[in-house]
């Protein structure tokens, strides 16, 4: 009886520990992440013309601005109102620092990017940037987007 009680007492114990190991993520606050914090420190201060990029100018249109950033940026319109715009670091939060082709591409139609290596996919559209598949566990870095009204957008960080 006391062997039985014992055995049932090492395997909740043993269950515990496990269920507590398995459980804690690893987590960090974005500010820790190495392309952010690459991307926070690489001056971004430039315009975007709307007449030179078409597809910008209707809602929900997206196009990327090479040679800005780490790796570029995405810009991408609102669907919901035409007045806002999102801008996005192109580095993947997952390997961008580590892999030099490791990039995200917008994906057609469904307002999300998709890191060409690991695979991670990011939402857009809502101004997030939020991963909605790993590896990737922080968001893309967003630039400030400030908008004229008629043609311009000047994107800072």
């Not at 801008?87 to 999300?112: H, I, L, P, Q, W």
Request: include cysteine; proline fraction near 4%.
């Amino acid at each position: 009886m006391v062997v039985s009680k014992l055995k049932y007492g090492v395997f909740f114990i043993l269950t515990v520990i496990s269920a507590l190991f398995f459980s804690c993520a690893k987590t960090q606050a974005p500010q820790n992440n190495a392309t952010v914090n690459q991307a926070n420190n690489t001056p971004v201060n430039f315009t975007v013309f709307l007449s030179a990029h078409p597809s910008l100018s209707s809602p929900g249109g997206i196009d990327s601005i090479p040679n800005v950033g780490i790796k570029g940026i995405i810009v991408c319109r609102g669907v919901s109102s035409t007045e806002q715009f999102y801008a996005y670091e192109r580095s993947c939060t997952y390997d961008g620092t580590t892999v030099a082709n490791a990039k995200v591409y917008a994906v057609s139609g469904n307002f999300t990017c998709k890191d060409n290596v690991c695979g991670s996919v990011f939402t857009i559209a809502d101004g997030s940037g939020g991963v909605s598949h790993g590896p990737a566990t922080y968001p893309l870095k967003q630039y400030t987007v400030a908008f004229d009204g008629a043609n311009t957008l000047h994107i800072t960080n």
